[in-house]
């Protein structure tokens, strides 16, 4: 019986640095894993146009984007959420008040605020964009402003006391440390995605098996009962079932190939 896999993407397939490594051994398993039959996706908190060519070529069956507010299987878009245009409006208005520095991800796009307190962490991100060709053009200003998710930066006069009781009452806040957060519409998580495509395909939960490395990877370890955290990963080391070796030295070919997935 075939298995399915889901990947995170930065510190699991990708190095999370500036290198951006997909290390051999990892394009050689999901090469492997795929010619025995078995199932491959990402589950990432990237939307989907961040998914860069590197990613998209080795050839996985589908992309679970966004935390789980976009899935794409078999090049067909089967789920995408997005707020209502006047309430990512509102947010962003919230966001301001605030002070903390936003980027808003949509599915085809970031949206920059001109408005809003602008950082050192916004500074490196958006110069990485630049380096990869991303278009950092559009803003919050444009008519058609809207998003999926966003993630923030706080500043020293920033209120988060008002931050989290205000997008708490829409949103999932994850604390990704250094003062950055990821905020994701509620009711949707990895996890969920995760189960949509369980149902879709009729797999068992007991032949899925999910790798991560982040706190944002939580809820779809929690989701399967083969989770796996990379190494280097301390933070999720209670949470999965198996820990692997770091992403460069073959963490996601010694996973599969412990659970004999190739």
């Known amino acids: ?12 397939v990708v190095t999370e640095d500036e290198r951006c490594i ?27 146009f961040n998914i860069s060519p590197e ?26 959420y997005t707020p209502e245009k006047n309430f990512c409006r509102e947010i962003a208005r919230i966001i301001r008040e605030c002070r903390v520095t936003p980027v808003y991800e949509y599915s085809d796009c970031y949206f920059f605020d ?8 916004l500074d490196y991100f958006m110069n ?12 919050v200003s444009d008519h058609d402003f809207i998003f999926d998710k966003f993630v923030i930066w706080t500043n020293p006069e920033s209120d988060m006391e008002r931050f989290n009781r205000e997008i ?10 250094n003062g950055f957060y990821e905020n994701v519409p509620l009711g ?8 949509i495509i369980l149902e879709k395909l009729n797999i068992p939960r007991e032949r899925a098996y999910a790798i991560g490395d982040s706190m944002n990877d939580l809820p779809m370890l929690k989701a399967v009962p083969n989770s796996i955290a990379m190494g280097g990963a301390e933070k999720l080391y209670p949470f999965v079932s198996y820990v692997t070796s770091d992403i460069e030295d073959d963490g996601i070919f010694n996973a599969l190939k412990h659970f004999r997935l190739i």
């Not at 019986?1 to 699991?12: H, R």
């Not at 949707?188 to 189960?195: F, L, N, P, Q, S």
């Open 1 to 12: 019986m075939k298995s399915v896999i889901f990947f995170d993407i930065d510190g699991t």
């Open 22 to 48: 997909i290390p051999e051994s990892t394009r050689k398993a999901i090469a492997l894993t795929r010619e025995m039959g078995n199932l491959t996706f990402i589950n990432t908190g990237r939307t989907a």
């Open 55 to 80: 990613v998209r070529n080795l050839g996985f069956d589908g992309f679970l984007c966004g935390c789980g507010t976009y899935i794409e299987y078999g090049n067909e878009v089967i789920l995408h």
């Open 114 to 121: 001109d408005k809003a307190v602008h950082n050192a962490g």
């Open 128 to 139: 990485v964009f630049v380096e990869n060709g991303t278009d950092i053009s559009r803003k």
């Open 168 to 177: 708490s009452k829409y949103f999932s806040i994850i604390d990704r440390g």
């Open 188 to 195: 949707y998580t990895k996890a969920t995605a995760i189960d």
